[in-house]
């Protein structure tokens, strides 16, 4: 039955598309009719009834879709549009909005957090503005000394968010007619903020010549005077007189930085107790440095800087300072102590204390990679300066040339600029130096610059930041053959772990091997948890073929400072005249993670890989 319906369906296609004027559905209930047709007249006739009444109500709903459609492009598409436009509208004016008041949002705190000083025009009479002295002239002036004090001030209070009053910030204000964002802006900082605001006025006297007067919120007025030659004198001092009432913390540390250490003593003395309960702790801190360079007590100086913590228990390059009194006072170990101290208190390393407030401890552990990256980081991260007492160049060379890295220590005292201010430059440079010509072998030009130093050494601003430092200078004279000058160095120097182990490698020279046991047995129990003098005992004891406790003083150095590449060099070095090649090797390698431009290293390594393969 199937087969013949859609057998009659198919013979009938023919016809529909050889040109049929029926719909395709009227084609196709004929088809079906005609087909039952032949097999029943009547059912026939139905389902034709049937199919014509489909067909019609069909074309009834198509005519009803099609009238709805055009009645919903007339009257409903512009509404649609129009509900779409304000919707669109409304969610801009949202925006808009949230945008403004996510900018007022930013206004308000920085208006709270506002720390500037604002210059604003000074006065002057006409007789001296039509000479060029306007009141905007004399402010930009005092501006141009505020910023030049800013520049020359090596601190690291600006990482403590102290120094926002002596950031790029400075500037000119000039009142505008009109309310615009800047105003509205000022206005918020003025109602909500700290800034310092200065004025003043230039006159004419009958007897000075020229009296220049300053004054703000929180600044008392001061006159300075002088002849009419001398306005640069005056705005010198009158942006002097600003930076010390405005930022004191600061101001003492631009003093000590220009070696006016005196001037810093009296002014910290001075203004701590009058002072912000913020700044005290760096006056102090300030204070106790300008003591140290003056050649002042470091028992005085120690208790200035444990004050300052006691104040501000997070001021960390007041821990910093403690463990370099600590060293001067011979108690190296107390100093490594400390460091242990301010590491918990900082919540571990890296924590909340900086990389660089670690160097005394990284100094004091041979921890050179660590000490370099601190170093290098905070000079790229204050113009090139950094925040040290001294110049960041000679301190790169420093650690460099422990590094055993020639070149790279050559560049850094080379590219060094020079300041007169800074007596450090020129004593650490000869230290550089030295150390540098004694690793060549060059033993008299090692003596020449360490002689030099010992010189330098003795301004008590390079002696209180370089604690131990003249130690070195007897093995220079030693290798000179200068033995008298290298006892009396060793006699002077103090209590030192590298003037202990020094003097034990000195007694091993001169064939005194029991006295050089007992040297650095002394060494090691000045400070038993620093690696140098374990170190140099080990190195002693590989000279002496007692290879079983060299390589255990060897391993001690390298548990108490494992990042130093020169014991693990030590140790591979006794492991070769042993035969334990492989182990050697081990030994090399992690050697030239910590100093990887140490050409002696790269050679002796070279050579046992060769004779391995």
């Given amino acids: 039955m199937a087969e013949g319906l859609l057998g009659g369906i198919i013979d009938r296609e023919a016809e529909e598309k050889a040109g049929s004027t029926k719909s395709g559905s009227e084609a196709f209930a004929a088809a079906v009719a005609a ?9 026939a006739a139905e389902t034709a009834a049937f199919f014509r009444e489909q067909t019609q109500l069909v074309k009834a709903q198509r005519k009803s879709v099609e ?14 549009l129009g509900t779409r436009l304000r919707t669109g509208f409304q969610i801009f004016v949202a925006l808009a909005a949230t945008v403004v008041g996510i900018g007022v949002a930013i206004m308000i705190r920085d208006a709270v957090s506002s720390r500037r000083v604002v210059i604003e025009p000074f006065d002057a009479p006409p007789a001296l503005a039509a000479q060029g002295l306007t009141g905007k002239v004399i402010a930009g002036a005092v501006l141009d000394e505020l910023s030049h004090l800013q520049d020359a001030t090596r601190s690291s209070s600006a990482a403590r968010g102290l120094s ?23 206005l918020l900082r003025e109602r909500f903020g700290h800034d310092v605001h200065i004025d003043g006025n230039l006159i004419e006297t009958p007897t000075a010549g020229l009296a220049l007067t300053v004054r703000g919120n929180g600044v008392a007025p001061k006159t300075f005077t002088g002849s009419t030659s001398e306005l640069k004198k005056l705005t010198v001092e009158a942006a002097e007189y600003v930076y010390s009432q405005s930022q004191p913390a600061r101001w003492a540390t631009y003093l000590s930085n220009v070696e006016r250490n005196e001037e810093a003593i009296a002014f910290c003395r001075g203004a701590v107790a009058s002072a912000d309960p913020a700044e005290r702790p760096r006056l102090l801190n300030i204070w106790a440095i300008a003591l140290q360079s003056t050649g002042g007590s470091p028992s005085e100086a120690l208790s200035l800087f444990r004050a300052s913590v006691k104040l501000q228990p997070d001021l960390w390059t007041a821990h910093t300072n ?20 301010m590491r918990t208190a900082a919540g571990g390393r890296p924590g909340r204390a900086r990389e660089f407030d670690y160097q005394n401890w990284d100094y004091l552990t041979w921890n050179l990679q660590a000490w370099l990256g601190a170093v290098v980081a905070d000079a790229e991260a204050n113009a090139g300066a950094g925040t040290s007492t001294g110049a960041v160049g ?14 790279a220590a050559d560049l850094a005292l080379k590219t060094t600029r020079d300041d007169p201010h800074d007596p450090s430059i020129a004593a650490t440079t000869h230290f550089v130096r030295g150390r540098l010509a ?18 330098a050494y003795a301004d008590p601003a390079v002696s209180s930041n370089n604690p131990g430092y003249n130690c070195w200078i007897a093995p220079a004279e030693e290798a000179a053959g200068n033995p008298a000058k290298a006892d009396a160095v060793l006699k002077a120097a103090g209590a030192f772990v590298d003037c202990y182990r020094f003097r034990a490698d000195i007694l091993d020279a001169r064939g005194d091997w029991p006295g050089a046991q007992k040297a650095y047995a002394e060494a090691v129990a000045l400070a038993p948890d620093l690696p140098a003098a374990y170190y140099s005992w080990g190195v002693a004891l590989a000279k002496h073929a007692d290879v079983a406790a060299a390589e255990a003083k060897l391993k001690a150095a390298n548990q108490r400072g494992p990042h130093w590449a020169d014991p693990l060099k030590a140790w591979g070095d006794v492991l070769v005249k042993q035969g334990h090649t492989k182990e050697a090797l081990v030994k090399y390698n992690a050697a030239l993670e910590y100093a990887p431009d140490w050409k002696q290293l790269k050679q002796a390594r070279e050579a046992l890989a060769k004779q391995k393969s």
């Avoid at 009238?67 to 649609?80: D, I, N, S, V």
């Avoid at 926002?164 to 000022?186: C, Q, Y």
């Avoid at 000679?394 to 070149?407: F, G, K, M, V, Y």
Wanted: proline share 4%; glycine share 10%; net charge negative.
């Fill in 164 to 186: 926002g009053a002596w950031t790029s910030n400075l500037k000119l204000d000039v009142p505008e007619a009109g309310i615009s964002i800047g105003e509205i802006s000022r």
């Fill in 394 to 407: 000679p301190s790169i060379a420093d650690i460099q040339s422990r590094l055993h890295d020639s070149e």
């Fill in 438 to 455: 004694a690793e060549a072998g060059d033993v008299s030009s090692a003596a020449m610059q360490m002689e030099a130093f010992g010189v």
């Fill in 67 to 80: 009238a709805e459609h055009e009645y919903f492009k007339q009257e409903w598409g512009p509404r649609l």
């Fill in 35 to 43: 087909n039952i047709g032949t097999q029943s007249p009547e059912v």
């Fill in 322 to 341: 403690i463990q370099n009194d600590l060293m001067l006072l011979g108690d190296e170990e107390g100093a490594w102590r400390a460091g242990e101290d």
